[in-house]
Nanobody, 132 residues
Framework: DVQLVESGGGLVQAGGSLRLSCAASGFTSDDYAIGWFRQAPGKEREGVSCITSPDGDTYYIDFVKGRFTVSSDYAKNTVYLEMNSLKPEDTAVYYC?????????????????????????WGQGTQVTVSS
């Protein structure tokens, strides 16, 4: 079964940086997509970014474009989300979400909040807190 473990969250001042990691295991092939989602206090979960294997297709929501960078170390089955110029509005629990198989980032829902049941494989989440 697919398992995802996030790490790298923490407390940072506005304008600072953090790098989140999502270590994946249990894939039966090199074809998969990893999405990053977040849930701020009192809000629903929303998509943030995505990367696919092996094509390296990427996607970012407008609010994080130019500040966040998603990358992947395929040998380690680990996906990273480098977050720069962090804002207090980025405060949330960040989750990685896996789609096993051949997918483009368009397979995720970006235009509305999502519910946990919409995807089968979620990590446990990592807290990111940005102070002003």
């Amino acid at each position: 079964d697919v398992q995802l473990v996030e790490s790298g969250g923490g407390l940072v001042q506005a304008g600072g940086s953090l790098r989140l990691s999502c270590a994946a295991s249990g894939f039966t092939s090199d074809d998969y997509a990893i999405g990053w989602f977040r849930q701020a206090p009192g809000k629903e979960r929303e998509g943030v970014s995505c990367i696919t294997s092996p094509d390296g297709d990427t996607y970012y929501i407008d609010f994080v474009k130019g500040r966040f960078t998603v990358s992947s170390d395929y040998a380690k089955n680990t996906v990273y989300l480098e977050m720069n110029s962090l804002k207090p509005e980025d405060t949330a629990v960040y989750y990685c979400v896996a789609l096993p198989g051949r997918h483009y980032c368009s397979a995720y829902v970006w235009y509305r909040p999502v519910k946990e049941y919409e995807y089968d494989y979620w990590g446990q989440g990592t807290q990111v807190t940005v102070s002003s």
